[in-house]
């Protein structure tokens, strides 16, 4: 990067020390991070900013803005700290927010800060220096907080302010996660200037017995097209969803729907209700928080981070010296259908593959694994087409079993598969002992073929004391179509998996205690009664993401 060189003390000699720490996924050198905040492109440089501890591996009590830049969203630079606890309405804390770009190319963050009296209010802070395409230093509005909760919301519980968009009055909104007693709710704002803020006295959003709303986003995506568009578009070529992250549960869900905001009362109408199931929308199954987009104006998409905690225990995070990394960044976009969002890894990832190794129409019989050589499954890229068999075969399901934590239960697991499962094996030891496995399983009920995928924990380390879930999710098959896919990234303890070309997504952590740098596996196997054919595979070791320090020159 121009006038910046990186430290020689580079993360690389950290990760050869941890076989935890990953070698292409984001984190900080040490200590602790969590929600993605900020995320943007100004002047040909990508500003990463995060929730994090200066001061330890565990959620602290004085949260900063820690800062990172890119040319390619890859290889990153740390940069000194953005917003620190200097002023009354942050003094306890800088908690999560958003960036948004104002006319002229101008960057502004809003964001939470947690006052003297411990209430979350929201703040303005602006670059010092507009010039500076790194963005080094920060100032604060002068009349900061600019904003603090309105009645019926606790002042405990408001926070995380959205990227602003411009209304077709000219005027920008804004929206906020509060609660009101078990109510979750999406606060609406509205400004002339960026500096006067009024609330909307309707909520946007209003979920019963859910508790807080975090990080909520809100955002236009094309119908027909996979570009992604800029946050203020609102025209008939656009749909509008809304994202919201639920502290209790620590799951992001997403709504698809139509923007009302020329009428009396602005609203936003979903075309389905959030309702607390598994229907709901989701963009990842598995450890996947509190997400944040940005509109990519440089290649027209829109990307999405999330922080993607740990699951080993505080006593770990400690003797680590770190906790948190962040999924990597993901391009989306509407589904052909209309009724879900697609996701894939974005294209600069491919950079740091090497070491190719293909398998081509093999057979995998029932009962069978076939391992995958010649690259280091410890960090590794691989993507699998497999062919399916004649779906007609497929076990029937009652309509009143289509859940999938009820499928992926020991009850149902132990039944005899007959088109699955089938799938990868990673992180594995060499007898298998140890393994995470991400599968497929096809069903048929009644009408419509659907499939089980699921990223199993339950053998990922012989460890003791850590979270082994199996997570899982469901979505139909289109019987006209004869294969599917699935792709996983892996990354010494994390396993993004994208199945059927981004159509379900499952993020997953993993301690193997065996299964580490060149004692890893990667295995395909198929568990069902009927052959599967791996009609392509591909896999490549991945090269280690530079991360740097600065020093200027």
């Not at 927010?97 to 502004?108: D, F, H, N, Q, R």
């Not at 199931?277 to 989701?282: A, Q, V």
């Not at 928080?289 to 922080?307: C, E, G, Q, V």
């Not at 990832?349 to 995998?364: A, F, H, M, P, W």
Request: proline share 5%.
């Amino acid at each position: 990067m121009e006038n910046i060189t990186k430290d020689a003390a580079s993360s690389n000699s950290i990760n050869s020390e941890q076989p935890y720490r990953t070698w292409y996924h984001f984190q900080p050198p040490k200590n602790w991070m969590n929600d993605p905040n900020g995320p943007m492109y100004y002047k040909g440089v990508y500003h990463f900013f995060y929730q994090y501890n200066p001061d330890g591996a565990t959620f602290g009590k004085n949260m900063v803005w820690a800062h990172s830049v890119s040319k390619d969203l890859i290889n990153w630079i740390h940069l000194n700290d953005a917003i620190t606890p200097t002023c009354a309405g942050d003094i306890n804390s800088c908690f999560s927010g958003s960036a948004t770009i104002l006319p002229g190319e101008k960057p502004v963050m809003l964001y939470t800060g947690i006052d003297e009296k411990r209430h979350q209010v929201q703040n303005l802070a602006t670059p010092k220096n507009l010039s500076d395409p790194y963005l080094r230093e920060w100032e604060k509005h002068p009349q900061n907080p600019l904003m603090t909760a309105p009645n019926e919301v606790e002042e405990r519980e408001f926070r995380d302010p959205s990227t602003a968009w411009k209304g077709k009055d000219g005027k920008w909104r804004v929206i906020i996660g509060a609660q009101n007693g078990d109510e979750g709710k999406v606060i609406l704002y509205k400004s002339d200037d960026f500096d006067t803020w009024i609330v909307d006295p309707n909520p946007f959003l209003v979920t019963e017995g859910t508790g807080v709303i975090e990080c909520p986003d809100f955002f236009p995506v094309y119908i027909n097209s996979t570009n992604g568009v800029d946050t203020s578009m609102e025209n008939s070529s656009v749909r509008h969803v809304l994202k919201i992250s639920y502290q209790r549960t620590h799951i992001d869900y997403y709504l698809i729907g139509k923007y009302v905001s020329d009428s009396d009362q602005e609203k936003f109408i979903p075309d389905e209700k959030y309702s607390g199931t598994w229907n709901d929308l989701r963009f990842d199954y598995g450890k996947f928080f509190a997400s944040k987009s940005f509109f990519d104006y440089a290649k027209n998409r829109r990307i999405l981070w999330a922080w993607v905690r740990e699951t080993d225990s505080r006593q770990d995070d400690i003797e680590k010296g770190w906790a948190g990394l962040q999924a990597i960044p993901r391009k989306f976009w509407l589904d052909k259908s209309g009724k879900q969002l697609m996701q894939w890894p974005i294209e600069e990832l491919e950079k740091l593959r090497d070491n190719q190794v293909s398998i081509t129409g093999e057979t995998l019989l029932t009962r069978s694994t076939l391992e995958v050589k010649g690259i280091t499954a410890s960090q590794v890229d691989v993507e699998v087409l497999f062919e399916l068999p004649d779906l007609e075969s497929a076990e029937l399901l009652d309509p009143s079993e289509v859940d999938p934590q009820v499928l992926s239960s020991e009850q149902y697991a132990s039944r005899k598969g007959v088109i699955g499962p089938f799938g990868l094996q990673a992180l594995a030891s060499e007898d298998q002992t140890e393994r995470t496995t991400i599968s497929f399983r096809i069903y048929r009920v009644v009408d419509r073929y659907i499939c089980l995928m699921c990223s199993d924990m339950s053998r990922s380390s012989l460890r003791q004391g850590l979270d082994k879930t199996i997570y899982a999710t469901i979505f139909d098959i289109d019987p006209s179509i004869k294969t599917i896919s699935l792709r996983s990234l892996i990354d010494r303890s994390i396993i993004e998996s994208f199945g059927d070309g981004g159509r379900a997504c499952i993020t997953s952590r993993a301690y193997p205690f065996y299964a580490i740098d060149r004692d890893a596996h990667l295995f395909v196997f198929n568990d069902g009664s009927q052959s599967v054919v791996i009609s392509q595979l591909n896999a490549w070791s991945m090269k280690q993401a530079e991360f740097g320090t600065e020093s200027i020159i």
